[in-house]
């Protein structure tokens, strides 16, 4: 499905960001994925095993959290939380939001080992 | 050595989706997204329209799909300027994609641009392509379920398309039902009931496009 079109750039991301911090490695790395994204946590990490093996990130451990919605009514401005199966504003009875929250594939946590680290004792 | 940030995983493809619509924009072509399963009758649908439209709006296809040509085939048989895709197993265009085809298309011929997704009700919804609108599409044989199971595709669609409505007694298909849950994720998107075996429902259709080309 959809989980290594979103691999292939996370990879891409990570190793951008090793460069810029001198960082030989990825060990662990936190993404934020919104509920309207459907995203199956354990095929992402393992489209992302795939993505990364030879790179800076290969091995790296990849958490997935879940990010629930938040919604805008149109029709009144009331902000809620609907769910995935019902985006009724219960104000007045309309289906026609604007999602502000859970529409987004974020990467929030990064660790690096950094490149000197390999040589350092303990 | 841990760093905390907020960095948009899909941030290249929305970049080339913005390039996308400004490109379209500056042209004065609007774009639409066709997503659906596969089989609902996509091509039935763009091999009825863009005849139906060329001598007010002409209209060029992009057609995403896993393989062949035979959708652009049969595209290019009515005459229709036809860019066909192949996705090679990927499950949605991508708008890096949809650039590439539109670098073969002469955009100042042109007022609309359709795009016809891969089929499948799941990956497309997450992928935007540089498109104004989108269509949502659902047809009576897929079972009056999908729209309660495939949440995503339906609430951001801007008009959804009830298709082959010509079987819906033959298939005792629950017609309530679907306008009951399209009512739970989406009361924006004009919903109409269509069928090219018929054309029932497409001159709404048609004037839906009229009232959407800028
Ligand atoms: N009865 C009926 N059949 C239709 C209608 N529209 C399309 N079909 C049939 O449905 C089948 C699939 O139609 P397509 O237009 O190829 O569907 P598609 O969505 O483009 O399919 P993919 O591109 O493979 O996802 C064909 O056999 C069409 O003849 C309709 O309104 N009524
Ligand atoms: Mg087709
Ligand atoms: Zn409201």
Known sequence: ?122 | MKINLVKNVLEANEAAAEQNRRRLDDACVLAVNITSAPGSGKTSLLEATVPALADELPAAVIVGDLQTTRDAERLAAIGAATTQINTEGGCHLSAAQVAKALDTLDLTSLRLLFIENVGNMVCPAAFDLGEHVRVAMLSVPEGDDKVAKYPTLFQPADVILIHKIDLVDALDCDLARIHADIAKLNTRAPVFETSTKTAAGLDQWYNWLRTKCP
């Not at chain 1, 911090?21 to 995203?39: I, P, S």
């Not at chain 1, 919604?71 to 939380?81: N, T």
């Open chain 1, 1 to 122: 499905m959809h989980e290594m079109s979103i691999a292939i750039p996370l990879v891409e991301q990570l190793q951008a960001l090793a460069a810029e911090h001198n960082a030989a490695r990825v060990e662990a790395l936190t993404v934020a994925a919104g509920v309207m994204r459907q995203v199956v946590p354990e095929a992402l990490v393992v489209a992302f095993e795939v993505a990364a093996a030879e790179t800076c990130a290969a091995g790296a451990s990849l958490t997935v959290e879940s990010v629930p919605l938040a919604a805008r009514c149109r029709q009144c401005g009331r902000q809620f939380e609907p769910s995935i199966d019902s985006f009724v504003c219960d104000r007045c009875n309309q289906a026609d939001v604007e999602i502000i929250d859970g529409n987004d594939i974020v990467l929030t946590s990064v660790t690096f080992q950094q490149a000197d680290d390999e040589d350092q004792p303990g």
